[in-house]
């Protein structure tokens, strides 16, 4: 299965929970930032970029607890910053797991090797490991020689020790599909668990012309989307048709809620126009109809899968075709 059935039974519950109860708003992942610290400068994030006044402020472990459950997510994303540096790490992910709630603790890979002794293998948890390319790409967006295989020797041992690993590749605008699909090949050689591929958003406080336009993304995806039966994508089929310009998708920015040491970003992920006290004022007094492609022009060429994987599953919900894809990709990876 290209997720632990334990989550694949949740998420089947929470959706049709929240179907049955007529929720239109409701969060499927919970995007959690205890630190915005990193030990990389990577060119395309905005994060080290937009936080740079607060770069030694975390959230407690006790705050990082209370937004699990304050959202009640059944997947919590655990990103940054790089969260391997920060010091309460372990309790927060044991005691995130210990809500029964699923964790993707995702990680440059740089110290992923030195923490493996701070987690115990469990279905509840996955490392997800950012990769944008092989060595002399990926070390050049890390702006740091030698990244790639410290990356890719983190995976090696968390795989030895039993861990579930997948991968994220972020997309830019001198990205070879060629050399995508080699990586994808070695990962799979790793014999990690799920690739995911998204592409950049464009960061206002991000210099340099390297985002992807909407009608760049699908013409550089495209050509990765006839690789999906090669690859263990964990991105939906739908989203990946998405991706690839075959069909149409809207935002659910409501989908992914951010919590971080300023409190509930707002609106999305992706975009900061303040923040929120708490969960409940998030979703609440965000006008969300003034987001999203056609109302604000910061969206018109975003496609990335925290906006748009939730709204990918409510198209699948619409056919039995796309359902049937669902589970055979949840099954069998493809």
Same mark, same amino acid.
């Given at each position: 299965?290209?997720?632990?059935?334990?989550?694949?039974?949740?998420?089947?519950?929470?959706?049709?929970?929240?179907?049955?109860? %007529?929720?239109?708003?409701?969060?499927? *992942?919970?995007?959690?930032?205890?630190?915005?610290?990193?030990?990389?400068?990577?060119?395309?994030?905005?994060?080290?970029?937009? +936080?740079?006044?607060?770069?030694?402020?975390?959230?407690?472990?006790?705050?990082?607890?209370?937004?699990?459950?304050?959202?009640?997510?059944?997947?919590?994303?655990?990103?940054?910053?790089?969260?391997?540096?920060?010091?309460?790490?372990?309790?927060?992910?044991?005691?995130?797991?210990?809500?029964?709630?699923?964790? @993707?603790?995702? &990680?440059?890979?740089?110290?992923?090797?030195?923490?493996?002794?701070? #987690?115990?293998?469990?279905?509840?948890?996955?490392? *997800?490991? @950012?990769?944008?390319?092989?060595?002399?790409?990926?070390?050049?967006?890390?702006? %740091?020689?030698?990244? #790639?295989?410290?990356?890719?020797?983190? /995976?090696?041992?968390?795989?030895?020790?039993?861990?579930?690993?997948?991968?994220?590749?972020? =997309?830019?605008?001198?990205?070879?599909?060629?050399?995508?699909?080699?990586?994808?090949?070695?990962?799979?050689?790793?014999?990690?668990?799920? /690739?995911?591929?998204?592409?950049?958003?464009?960061?206002?406080?991000?210099?340099?012309?390297? #985002?992807?336009?909407?009608?760049?993304?699908?013409? &550089?995806?495209?050509?990765?989307?006839?690789?999906?039966?090669?690859?263990? #994508?964990?991105? &939906?089929?739908?989203?990946?048709?998405?991706?690839?310009?075959?069909?149409?998708?809207?935002?659910?920015?409501?989908? +992914?809620?951010?919590?971080?040491? %300023?409190?509930?970003?707002?609106?999305?992920?992706?975009?900061?126009?303040?923040?929120?006290?708490?969960?409940?004022?998030?979703?609440?007094?965000?006008?969300?109809?003034?987001?999203? =492609?056609?109302?604000?022009?910061?969206?018109?060429?975003? $496609? =990335?899968?925290?906006?748009?994987?939730?709204?990918?599953?409510?198209?699948?919900?619409?056919?039995?075709?796309? $359902?049937?894809?669902?589970?055979?990709?949840? *099954?069998?990876? +493809?």
């Amino acid at each position: 299965m290209i997720f632990p059935w334990q989550l694949s039974l949740r998420l089947a519950g929470y959706l049709g929970k929240n179907g049955l109860r %007529r929720r239109k708003r409701f969060p499927l *992942v919970l995007m959690l930032e205890p630190t915005f610290r990193c030990n990389l400068s990577c060119a395309g994030c905005g994060r080290i970029r937009e +936080n740079r006044d607060i770069m030694d402020r975390m959230l407690s472990a006790d705050e990082c607890l209370d937004a699990v459950d304050e959202a009640g997510a059944p997947v919590v994303s655990i990103t940054g910053g790089e969260p391997l540096l920060h010091p309460d790490i372990r309790r927060i992910v044991a005691e995130t797991m210990a809500r029964k709630r699923f964790v @993707h603790l995702c &990680t440059n890979g740089l110290l992923l090797s030195s923490s493996l002794e701070k #987690f115990k293998p469990s279905p509840y948890l996955s490392f *997800v490991v @950012h990769l944008d390319g092989l060595a002399q790409t990926h070390d050049g967006i890390a702006g %740091r020689k030698g990244v #790639f295989d410290i990356a890719v020797e983190g /995976i090696r041992a968390a795989k030895r020790a039993g861990f579930q690993v997948r991968t994220n590749t972020t =997309v830019f605008k001198a990205t070879s599909t060629g050399e995508i699909e080699k990586l994808f090949l070695l990962l799979s050689q790793l014999k990690v668990d799920g /690739i995911m591929i998204a592409p950049g958003f464009s960061y206002g406080a991000v210099d340099g012309d390297v #985002f992807l336009s909407r009608k760049e993304i699908s013409e &550089t995806l495209a050509p990765i989307y006839g690789l999906r039966k090669k690859f263990r #994508f964990y991105n &939906t089929p739908v989203y990946l048709e998405f991706l690839a310009g075959k069909r149409q998708l809207a935002c659910s920015p409501w989908s +992914n809620p951010t919590r971080d040491p %300023r409190g509930w970003k707002q609106p999305c992920y992706l975009i900061t126009d303040g923040h929120c006290r708490t969960f409940k004022e998030l979703m609440e007094q965000t006008q969300w109809d003034s987001y999203g =492609v056609g109302h604000d022009p910061r969206c018109a060429n975003c $496609m =990335v899968h925290s906006g748009f994987e939730a709204s990918a599953l409510g198209e699948a919900g619409k056919s039995l075709d796309d $359902m049937w894809r669902m589970v055979k990709w949840d *099954v069998f990876g +493809n």
